[in-house]
């Protein structure tokens, strides 16, 4: 199976109210994370990053937190915009595990209604 | 613009012709990634380069895929005898050396539509 997955394929929120995107992973060695945001026809943009020896992280209106105790990594995007509309993926590297990149999950995309 | 660059960002093949992809990662990044995405799904990785050395490849990179870096600036992914099912997204991405070496950086990626 997927060693990243997401809880939900779609998520809709009103303009101005906050999301938050689940993200699950299986192995228990990651020791990064990588959100993205990607929108149609465009490559992946990075969001932001936490490392396993972190529970949270904030940036500018959004708060990623790891629950290393059941695998769990989520996304908070505060106030959405119109703009925030796009699909976000969550990925992982394990740093020992060699030089593979990120492993990716399928997506959430977040819709955001006026 | 000091991103990743992709060229071409759209091409339609016939099946069986021969493409080819260029990525010019971001000024001194020293690590450079190829990955591939279909419509619905994650990227997956294809490839990985540090400086010129080609240094792992995934089993989706068929012996019809042949990607180059050689002089560890940009690198060139080349699809001989392509097939209907190579149609997808090939986005590149680089990452910088030192702690934040795992951060990956994407490009706009390059459509590749087989007809």
């Known amino acids: 199976g997927e060693s990243v997955g997401l809880h939900l394929p779609t998520l809709s929120v009103q303009e101005g109210d906050n999301s938050i995107i689940n993200c699950a992973y299986s192995?228990?060695?990651?020791?990064?994370f990588i959100w993205y945001k990607q929108e149609s026809g465009k490559g992946p943009q990075f969001i932001i990053d936490?490392?396993?020896?972190?529970d949270k992280r904030q940036g500018q209106r959004v708060t990623v937190l790891l629950n290393k105790t059941v695998k769990h990594l989520s996304l908070q995007i505060a106030a959405t915009q119109p703009g925030d509309s796009a699909v976000y993926f969550c990925?992982?590297?394990?740093?020992?595990?060699?030089?593979?990149?990120?492993?990716f999950g399928k997506g959430t995309h977040l819709i955001i209604q006026p | 613009d000091t991103g990743v660059s992709q060229d071409p960002r759209h091409k339609i093949t016939k099946r069986g012709q021969n493409v080819t992809f260029r990525c010019d990662p971001i000024?001194?990044?020293?690590?450079l990634y190829w990955y591939r995405q279909t419509l619905g799904q994650g990227p997956e990785f294809l490839t990985y380069?540090?400086?010129?050395?080609?240094?792992?490849k995934s089993r989706l990179l068929s012996d019809r895929f042949s990607a180059e870096r050689p002089k560890g600036s940009f690198s060139t992914l080349e699809i001989q005898r392509t097939e209907q099912g190579d149609s997808a997204m090939y986005l590149c991405?680089?990452?910088?050396?030192?702690?934040?070496?795992?951060?990956?950086?994407f490009g706009e990626g390059s459509w590749l539509t087989v007809v």
């Open positions: 936490i490392r396993s020896n972190m």
């Open positions: 192995n228990s060695a990651s020791d990064y």
């Open positions: 991405a680089s990452s910088p050396r030192g702690l934040d070496g795992n951060t990956i950086y």
């Open positions: 000024s001194e990044h020293n690590r």
């Open positions: 380069f540090q400086n010129e050395a080609q240094l792992e």
């Open positions: 990925a992982e590297n394990f740093r020992g595990g060699g030089a593979d990149g990120l492993t």
